[in-house]
């Protein structure tokens, strides 16, 4: 299994600041997600964080407005750019751990409020 | 493309009651199925899985049988308690390295 931790657990930030999400596994792991989670709806992936190179991002998600970092097998992190209203939503990150037959691990989300 | 279907909610139980959600599926090949499970304000935690055809995943009272005929992987439980309200994701893991999700099924309890 895998434990991870995000931070913050949750902002409120104005129109057109960025912001940046920290997600930090207690164990080594190949695969991390990112997801998006808007109120009541399912989990839509962002983009694959890659140790040591880019991001693999989702058809409608760019680099630009969703910069991922993966230093290390255990800490990546998101950033919001140029933020409005409608990037108010939960973020999660997610982690396969080795062995875990393709079964995921989730933080417990940041809430993201923009003005 | 690998796509899952499941029942729209919310769903709404007394306790003790029987809970069906139902989920069904599009893939290529032989994709491994999951049910997870989200309560207010946390992430979403695995709560059974099942990697091949006529696998029962079961977890905490919950059943799911991978029907590949069917294509259903339809969530089950006898009698449901007010601590299961909760928002429960069916999902697929196909060939490649994404996990697809279901829209999500809210269920409420009513003690």
């Known amino acids: 299994s895998a434990v991870i931790s995000q931070k913050p657990s949750r902002d409120i930030c104005q129109r057109g600041t960025s912001l940046t999400i920290q997600c930090q596994v207690d164990s080594q792991v190949t695969m991390m997600f990112w997801y998006r989670q808007q109120p009541g709806q399912s989990l839509t992936l962002i983009a694959t964080a890659n140790q040591g190179s880019e991001a693999t991002y989702e058809s409608g998600f760019v680099i630009d407005k969703f910069p991922i970092s993966r230093p290390n097998l255990t800490f990546s992190t998101l950033t919001v750019s140029n933020m409005s209203p409608e990037d108010s939503s939960i973020y999660l990150c997610?982690?396969?751990?080795?062995?875990?037959?393709?079964?995921?691990?989730f933080g417990p989300g940041t809430r993201l409020t923009v003005l | 493309g690998d796509s899952v279907t499941q029942m729209e909610g919310p769903v709404t139980l007394s306790e003790e009651a029987f809970l069906t959600i139902n989920c069904t599926y599009t893939a290529t090949g032989y994709p491994s199925l999951f049910w997870y499970v989200q309560y207010p304000g946390e992430g979403l935690q695995l709560l059974l899985k099942a990697t091949k055809a006529d696998d029962k995943g079961s977890n905490k009272g919950f059943e799911a049988t991978y029907r590949k005929e069917t294509t259903s992987f339809h969530l089950e439980k006898g009698s449901v308690q007010v601590s299961d309200s909760a928002v429960y994701f069916c999902?697929?893991?196909?060939?490649?390295?994404?996990?697809?999700f279901g829209a999500g099924t809210r269920l409420f309890v009513k003690a």
């Open positions: 997610s982690v396969e751990a080795e062995r875990s037959y393709n079964e995921q691990f």
């Open positions: 999902a697929l893991r196909g060939g490649g390295f994404k996990t697809i």
